[in-house]
Structures are given as structure tokens and as C-alpha cells.
């Protein structure tokens, strides 16, 4: 066959060709991604400031932070956006603005940029300001608000700028449960620190190492102080993902406080085999490890590890809410409307049906239904007596 070795020219030049219209219309998509620009979450203007030039913007979390940039990542740092805005009297405002993988992460890194000096104020999701610096977030979004100069409507106009903030779906929308648990006696504000990494809980004065805590198996931890007879305590909440990892858990934190017997006979500290040095008071409830650290005494720990208890909630997947499908009332007065709708069927078919056999009589006398046939049926006279023979 001739035509062979010509036809096996032309497919090895079609799949050549088509490998090469693969490859750059990959390459444009992939050009087209890159050339998009991603969403500006800052607005243009808000409450009489309007934004002066550009806004920068970035995904690395050393430009939106360079000291803490390994805890931003922890937290779930997708994206970094700043401006500045301007009103008509001068002033300027510098709006900074930090995106996460989900609330968790904007209401963590909200609690770890927070700090006791700050007030609280009603802006977003939370908020806390100092002087001219208004910390807030919402959704996934953390917002560093610095003003040249307060007014008395600043507090106002941040509250329309976080109206405006696109919000998460689903539920990266939902906050962590564990800071509820912190108990509200003798607390100090703004202590509270809610950590999903080491970086982040190697910065606070934690009464138990990363190490220990071990974050690798699920571990969110949350620290508060409290005030107690001799100065501040410091209270660990550490949650894991089932109650066994949490027991588990416990037993290494119990094994790590340093011996009290001979001190010679202690081994020395190392990062797989950490020794706490200072006395702790801890317990589990549920998957959760508390440990209370600090001038405590034995009667104030007791009392504050008791204030924390593990409530177990039940989720039930199916809907409980009442539905017209789901309601018995509604049922039966769907069945009543039924019955009243075929009376009414049942009615106007009689009504029809005389109604018809009227018309019938009028317009066709002896025809139809009154014919002298069809009136005459058979007697057999039983009353009448027999004929004589």
C-alpha cells in the first residue's frame, strides 16, 4: 500500500500540531491568571474619605508584616491590601487590611495584634483602639486603621467602611468555639489569645512549650490572665480533636514538670524532652487540656481549672424546623379543604346532571328519557285472582 507511509506523515503532523495548541492555550490561560488583578476589598470612598492614588497590594506576608510574618501564615494569610485616604479639611487616614483562609483566622490574628491597654469599641465583628490606631475585623478580614487625627464621627465612619467588607460563605464564616470557654471571673481585658501555631505561641508568655502542645495533631490553644491574690495567672485552654488525644496529651504535660525530689537526678531539657520549670495546676474536660499557671494558690487553681468544663454539643443533620410538608396541622386542614372540594365536584355534577335531563324533557318531549317503552315494565299481577274454570 502506497498511501501508507504518507498517511502515517499526516497523523504524526496532527498530533504535533495539536500538542502545540495544547501548549499555548495553556500558556494564555495561565498568562490571562496572572494578568487578572484580584479583587480590591478597600472602597474607593466611605463616610467622606476617598482614597488617595492606588492601592497596594500583595499575598506575601512579610510585606503586610515583617516581624510576625511566620504567624500570619499560621493564621491562614492569603492577602495583603493598603491605602491612603483623604478628606477635604487634610486629613489622612492609612487603612491596612489583611485577608485570611477564614474568620478564624482574622479573629486570631485580631486577638494576637491586641493588646490590655486598648479599649474596646463596637466596629465589625470586634475592635479595639488606642489613640489614633482602631484595630477591627470582619469576616475573614483584619483591618489597622491609623487616623492623623480623631474626630468625634472616626468610630462612625469605620463602621460604614466595615459594612461595605465582603464576607466569607459557608463556614469559613464561623468562629472558634474554645475562647468561650475562658471563664469571665477575675479576667483581664483583652488578655485573651486564641494560637493555631507555634510561631504565634512561642511570642506569648505560655505556661506550656509548643513542643508540648504539638500542633501537628489538631491542637488550638487559647491564653488569658487572670488577676489572683499574688498578681496575674496565666490560663491555658488547649482543645485537640478527640478526648483520647487530649488524655494523651495531659500525660506528657504531667511527665514534663520538673522532679521534686533530687535535683541530680533530672534530666536535662531538650526540645523533644521539655521540663517545665515553673509549678502548673492543669486537668482535662471533654478533648480539652487546662492548665493554670502563676502565683496561684492551691485553693485559687482548684477554683479557677473548675470554672472550665467541656459542654458537648449535638449536631443534628436533618431539619427540625416545621415545613407545610412537615406541619400535621396544616395536613389536616389541607384534608378538610379536600373534602370541601369534592362536596362542591360532588354538587355541581348532580346540578349538571338534572339540570341536563330538564333541558332534555323541554327540547325533545318522549324522546329521550320519557319514551312510552321505557316507562312500561313487567307486572305479574300476583293480587288479581285466576280466571273460573
Known amino acids: 500500500m502506497a498511501w501508507f507511509p504518507a ?19 495553556m500558556a494564555g490561560i495561565t498568562v490571562a491568571k496572572e494578568a487578572a488583578p484580584s479583587p480590591s476589598i478597600l472602597p474607593k470612598q466611605f463616610g467622606g474619605w476617598q482614597i488617595s492614588g492606588s492601592a497596594r497590594t500583595s499575598d506575601d506576608p512579610a510585606i503586610a508584616d ?6 500570619l501564615k499560621e493564621y491562614g494569610f492569603t492577602g495583603f491590601e493598603s491605602a491612603t485616604y483623604i478628606r477635604d479639611d487634610g486629613r489622612k487616614l492609612t487603612l491596612k487590611a489583611a485577608t485570611f483562609g477564614d474568620a478564624s483566622g482574622a479573629y486570631g490574628s485580631y486577638t494576637y495584634y491586641k493588646t490590655p491597654a486598648m479599649l474596646i469599641e463596637k466596629i465589625g465583628d470586634g475592635a479595639a483602639s488606642m489613640n489614633e490606631r482602631v484595630l477591627f475585623y470582619r469576616g475573614n478580614i483584619l483591618v489597622d486603621a491609623v487616623f492623623q487625627k480623631l474626630s468625634a464621627m472616626s468610630a462612625a465612619e469605620l463602621r460604614e467602611m466595615a459594612e461595605s467588607l465582603p464576607l466569607p460563605s459557608g463556614n469559613t464564616r464561623n468562629l472558634p468555639g474554645l475562647p468561650a470557654y475562658l471563664p469571665a471571673q477575675s479576667y483581664v481585658k483583652n488578655t485573651a489569645k486564641y494560637v493555631v501555631g507555634s510561631a504565634a505561641l ?8 509548643a513542643e508540648l502542645v504539638d500542633f501537628n495533631a489538631g491542637a488550638e490553644v487559647v491564653v488569658g490572665n487572670y488577676n489572683s491574690s499574688g498578681g496575674e495567672a496565666t490560663l491555658m485552654l488547649i482543645s485537640y480533636p478527640t478526648p483520647q488525644i487530649a488524655a494523651d496529651h495531659l500525660r506528657r504535660i504531667e511527665a514534663a514538670r520538673q522532679p521534686s525530689s533530687q535535683p541530680g537526678n533530672s534530666a536535662p531539657a531538650t526540645d523533644a524532652n521539655p ?115
Not at 498517511?7 to 492555550?25: A, C, D, Q, T
Not at 515583617?66 to 504567624?71: E, G, I, L, Q, T
Not at 512561642?202 to 512549650?209: E, G, K, Q, S, Y
Open 66 to 71: 515583617p516581624v510576625n510574618a511566620a504567624v
Open 275 to 389: 521540663i517545665l520549670q515553673a509549678p502548673i495546676f492543669d486537668k482535662r474536660t471533654g478533648p480539652i487540656v487546662v492548665v493554670a499557671a502563676g502565683p496561684l494558690s492551691q485553693a485559687e487553681a482548684k477554683s479557677l481549672l473548675a470554672s472550665v468544663n467541656y459542654d458537648a454539643n449535638v449536631t443534628w443533620n436533618e431539619n427540625t424546623y416545621f415545613t407545610k410538608r412537615d406541619n400535621l396541622a396544616n395536613l389536616l386542614v389541607n384534608v378538610i379543604i379536600l373534602c370541601f372540594i369534592i362536596i362542591g365536584f360532588a354538587l355541581v355534577a348532580g346540578v349538571a346532571f338534572g339540570g341536563i335531563r330538564l333541558l332534555a324533557k323541554r327540547l325533545f318531549p318522549d324522546r329521550v328519557f320519557d319514551q312510552a317503552q321505557n316507562r312500561e315494565f313487567i307486572s305479574l299481577h300476583l293480587s288479581e285472582r285466576p280466571p273460573k274454570p
Open 7 to 25: 498517511y502515517s506523515v499526516f497523523m504524526k503532523l496532527s498530533r504535533l500540531i495539536s500538542g502545540l495548541v495544547l501548549v499555548v492555550s
Open 202 to 209: 512561642r511570642n506569648l508568655d505560655a505556661p506550656i512549650p
